[in-house]
């Protein structure tokens, strides 16, 4: 169950609403003095249904997205009593007026949660590994130089060495943004062990440490990174990004493979299929697997 | 340039695409003499190999000269003007995979590795024109080709050897070799291969070249059932006779010590319910490969004895006998062709007359007449073992 508070209690108050109108939607609709025709009853159920959904996800997933259908499902409640003020008979029309009263109140609870939720950052943890046959020397000696890194890591655009321990990172976000912000070495065990943190001021709060563990059986070293960063949007970002294909612990796995190629054998892989080398982050539809035409390779190239 | 291009299921298309160039310091650019289509390339044509793209270029096996190198080439490795035989699957010669001489397994020449894992659980080397789930690289059914790793894979051909005497060092004769070498084979053993396509017919060599007793083909086309017996090997008609009936007969009530599967995921069947049960299957996506070789093998090896797959398996397949093959201790070896490790050795056999390549070549075609050669060579038509093409 959700640990946050007003989550938790705005889905308790979708089970307060819920569950009467779907036990009981006559009672229901007189109490609120809609009318109690069959429509108005049908109509009602279904609202509770909504309700009692909203609830599960609220308590279950804790997830922002709940609170965002939830002001949905306020926004048409208020349009359905909206249109029952307007044709009212005036039977018990003080009782309407008042749950109106209490969806608009009810509304800005929801909206306020879904707000803030939204905004507010959700920490994510990432860890990859791979095998590289090479010394824990040499490995460690090509990721501490940085500027070696944007040949690697898909959203890296830049590593400029800015001091002693310092640093200045220039990345690709989602949906075409740049996010640019300095970060500190806070350890440096050569041939062991590289670890960092954004300092103050970072857009995308982050930190994250490279180890370097010889592998048994003489096959080289072993690269263990992790990766601890605020997502902005939380876990609503996280999902966005995933369905446009921005996977991070996919993007993890894929900049060691290519650090592995650089280690190895000097270079990042090309095909046909695939010219970009790291650029390469949008895997299908590709480009056929024919040789490239002189405007495609200077497209490739200019990028 | 001129290339043979995967259009649609079913549908190639020789076209006008650019040249390749240089992508990769240790790129050579190999303008070819000789290609070949293979009978994996027909479950490309058949589209049950997944994310093949229009105008993708085919083909995995071929040869020719060297007219251009990358900046990292060492010229003692390999020159422009060198006649090289391009193995397959692509290696890197560096990674874990390739210093243990698994080179379709090299860790680094998949550019598409996280799809591949996908499939695979880990992904596979990159494969030259066989779908972008092996890197998406340009095939060799073509003028020119791009080869990655030239100083790598490639072998340069001693003079005095003809294209078609070592065309076939690309794939079908290692595969076929490694599928005869996987079984361990000793004195007296009885080898049977199912397939008496090409693949199948090297591998009956093969086993023989490596001390089998008996070869037996299995097959139901007569032509390469005859091509088979021609060659010195036992045969059986699986259209006509009971498998495992015959086999037995063979074999003492045995059962074959030895079994080589070369025929892979798009088994026809003696049985048509079982066949249309299978196909059914397939069509449906319910299981992506036909199994009924491999489920045949197993059935007929003897107890203790090696089934050994060379014949192609993409995906998922169902009735697998796994209580014959637990029970009766049979084990499995399998493996897509580590052709770099096969080629020097192959390429010596060629030279001593062990081994005559040339025999399974039944048609040459201009590359231009590309389509009906797959469509000859799907349908078994004009006896058809073979097609070579020349650009």
């Not at chain 1, 020397?137 to 940085?146: A, G, H, I, P």
């Not at chain 2, 003007?81 to 243990?100: E, L, N, T």
Request: proline residues 6%.
């Amino acid at each position: 169950m959700t640990d946050d508070n007003l989550m938790r209690a705005l889905g308790w108050a979708s089970v307060g609403l819920g569950v009467p109108p779907v036990l009981a939607p006559g009672e229901f609709v007189r109490a609120i003095g809609t009318g109690d025709g069959s429509r108005q009853r049908v109509t009602i159920a279904l609202v509770g249904v909504r309700e009692l959904a909203a609830a599960a996800g609220l308590l279950v997933q804790g997830s922002p997205v709940w609170l965002w259908a939830r002001v949905g499902g306020d926004l048409m409640d208020l349009g359905l009593l909206a249109r029952a003020l307007k044709n009212h008979d005036g039977r018990g029309l003080g009782r309407t007026v008042a749950a109106f009263a209490g969806v608009v109140g009810i509304t800005g609870v929801d909206v306020y949660g879904a707000v803030t939720r939204t905004r507010q950052k959700t920490p994510m943890d990432l860890t990859a590994a791979v095998t590289v046959a090479r010394s824990q020397r040499e490995v460690y000696d090509l990721w501490r130089r940085l500027e070696n890194l944007p040949q690697f890591m898909a959203h890296v655009d830049e590593v400029r060495t800015t001091g002693q321990s310092r640093t200045h990172w220039r990345a690709s976000a989602p949906f075409g943004r740049t996010v640019e912000w300095d970060a500190e070495i806070t350890d440096d065990r050569p041939g062991e062990r590289i670890a960092w943190r954004s300092v103050d001021g970072a857009p995308i709060e982050n930190e994250g440490d490279v180890r370097f563990v010889p592998a048994p059986g003489a096959r080289g070293t072993e690269i263990h990174v992790t990766l601890h960063y605020s997502m902005p949007a939380g876990k609503l970002g996280e999902a966005v990004a995933r369905y446009f294909g921005e996977d991070p612990h996919q993007q993890l796995d894929d900049d060691l493979r290519r650090f592995k190629q650089l280690a190895e054998i000097g270079e990042v892989v090309r095909s046909e299929g695939a010219p970009g080398g790291k650029r390469a982050r949008r895997e299908f539809p590709q480009h056929p697997a024919r040789p490239l035409g002189r405007e495609e390779l200077a497209e490739e190239a200019g990028v | 340039m001129k290339a043979n291009c995967w259009i649609s299921p079913n549908r190639v298309q020789v076209r006008d695409v650019p040249d390749p160039v240089i992508l990769n310091r240790r790129d050579a650019i190999v303008k070819i003499t000789s290609t070949a289509i293979c009978g994996s390339d027909l479950h490309l044509l058949d589209g049950y190999v997944p994310t093949m793209q229009k105008g993708d270029i085919m083909g995995h096996e071929f040869m020719g000269e060297v007219i251009e190198v990358g900046d990292g080439i060492d010229a003692a490795r390999l020159r422009v003007g060198d006649r090289v035989v391009v193995p397959f699957p692509i290696a890197c010669g560096a990674c874990a995979a390739c210093q243990m001489e698994l080179y379709s397994c090299c860790e680094n020449t998949n550019p598409n590795a996280g799809l591949a894992e996908k499939f695979f659980g880990h992904p596979t080397a990159g494969i030259f024109g066989y779908s972008h789930l092996t890197g998406g690289f340009a095939g060799g059914q073509a003028q020119y080709a791009r080869v990655p790793f030239a100083d790598v894979g490639p072998l340069k051909v001693p003079d005095g050897l003809t294209d078609e005497q070592v065309l076939f060092l690309s794939d079908i004769l290692p595969t076929g070799y490694m599928g005869a070498e996987m079984c361990d084979i000793s004195p007296g053993d009885v080898v049977a291969v199912w397939g008496a396509g090409p693949v199948g017919q090297f591998a009956m060599d093969s086993a023989w070249v490596l001390g089998a007793e008996k070869v037996i083909a299995i097959d139901k086309e007569q032509y390469r059932l005859r091509m088979a017996e021609q060659a010195g090997h036992l045969t059986i008609d699986f259209s006509q006779v009971d498998v495992r009936s015959r086999l037995l007969e063979m074999t003492g009530g045995r059962g074959p010590d030895k079994c080589i599967d070369a025929v892979g995921m798009e088994a026809a069947h003696g049985s048509a319910p079982i066949y249309a049960y299978d196909r059914a299957k397939q069509a449906a996506r319910l299981e992506t490969d036909r199994p009924y070789a491999l489920r045949q093998a197993i059935m007929c090896c003897r107890s203790g004895g090696v089934v050994s797959v060379v014949g192609v398996y993409g995906g998922f397949l169902d009735k697998f006998p796994a209580g014959a093959w637990m029970n009766r201790s049979i084990t499995l070896r399998v493996g897509q062709c580590h052709v770099q490790r096969y080629m020097k050795p192959l390429l010596e056999r060629i030279q001593k007359g062990e081994i005559d390549p040339t025999r399974v070549i039944t048609h040459r075609l201009p590359l231009g007449k590309a389509p009906y050669g797959y469509d000859i060579f799907k349908h078994k038509q004009d006896g058809c073992e073979k097609v070579v093409l020349m650009p």
